[in-house]
């Protein structure tokens, strides 16, 4: 039976090594609900969600909505676009979620008093906690997934020399320095396309992975609490409900 995959960021780098299939705006929450339901319109299955989108920002600046940019990019969009899908996945189970996150998680942290960083604004720290984000989101999606027949697992990519550092200031300037050093697009990809496809991790859920082995999540993705109020919080910013019954109709 013929398998359709969903990549998200497939314009560069990683994404498009992994697969091309639709493309929207992550900055937008409207423009997600209308490919959400685009998606909709011309498949009925959907068997690999892969959440590959996102950047940095060197410096703060606000959504089309009025969030903070990262922010909204790195997981707002990964938490309405996956959960406007959720449907489809489910009825096409067995079939998998695959949400890219990273090792810069070690730098963040997920401070409800300030998610979108209107206090303090540091672009790396920022990022870092995004991506924290992304992989505490994939971790309770798994809980809340069991017996449904769909995984959700999170990926650290290693540090791939594509155009995400393409941005202007001191951190592009830096990226652009290493870059010769990191690994290719095809090399960082690996991964998340071990998770997506391979019968070696058919089951699994609920697991963080580098280099195609399982390894510890942060301490603060592991904390169901956490987990808990961050989804609550994400609900309410992306009115997820509403967005149901848009792309419902």
């Known amino acids: 039976?013929?398998?359709?995959?969903?990549?998200?960021?497939?314009?560069?780098?990683?994404?498009?090594?992994?697969?091309?299939?639709?493309?929207?705006?992550?900055?937008?929450?409207?423009?997600?609900?209308?490919?959400?339901?685009?998606?909709?319109?011309?498949?009925?299955?959907?068997?690999?969600?892969?959440?590959?989108?996102?950047?940095?920002?060197?410096?703060?600046?606000?959504?089309?909505?009025?969030?903070?940019?990262?922010f909204a990019v790195n997981h707002l969009g990964y938490f309405l676009f996956t959960n406007l899908l959720l449907d489809v996945l489910k009825a096409s189970a067995p079939a998998r979620i695959v949400s890219v996150g990273s090792e810069a998680s070690r730098w963040g942290t997920i401070d409800f008093g300030d998610l979108q960083a209107e206090k303090r604004y540091i672009a790396t720290r920022q990022y870092g906690s995004t991506k924290l984000m992304n992989i505490a989101f994939a971790l309770e999606l798994a809980e809340r997934l069991r017996g449904t027949g769909v995984t959700s697992n999170a990926v650290h990519p290693g540090t791939v020399a594509s155009n995400f550092g393409a941005v202007k200031g001191w951190f592009g300037l830096g990226f652009a320095l290493v870059k010769p050093f990191l690994l290719t697009p095809e090399q960082g990809a690996q991964t998340q396309i071990f998770l997506a496809s391979s019968p070696e991790v058919e089951g699994v859920t609920g697991a963080y992975f580098i280099r195609k082995q399982q390894r510890t999540?942060?301490?603060?993705?592991?904390?169901?609490?956490?987990?808990?109020?961050?989804?609550?919080?994400?609900?309410?910013?992306t009115g997820l409900y509403d967005a149901f019954a848009t792309a419902t109709g």
Do not use: Y
């Not at 992550?26 to 998606?39: G, N, Q, T, V, Y």
């Not at 904390?223 to 919080?233: K, Q, T």
């Open 1 to 70: 039976m013929d398998k359709i995959a969903l990549v998200t960021g497939g314009t560069s780098g990683i994404g498009l090594v992994t697969a091309k299939e639709l493309e929207c705006d992550f900055s937008s929450l409207d423009s997600i609900r209308k490919a959400a339901a685009e998606f909709k319109r011309r498949h009925d299955k959907l068997h690999v969600l892969v959440n590959n989108a996102g950047g940095i920002n060197p410096s703060r600046q606000l959504s089309k909505d009025g969030i903070e940019l990262t």
């Open 217 to 237: 999540p942060p301490r603060l993705a592991r904390n169901p609490d956490v987990r808990r109020r961050l989804w609550e919080v994400s609900e309410k910013l």
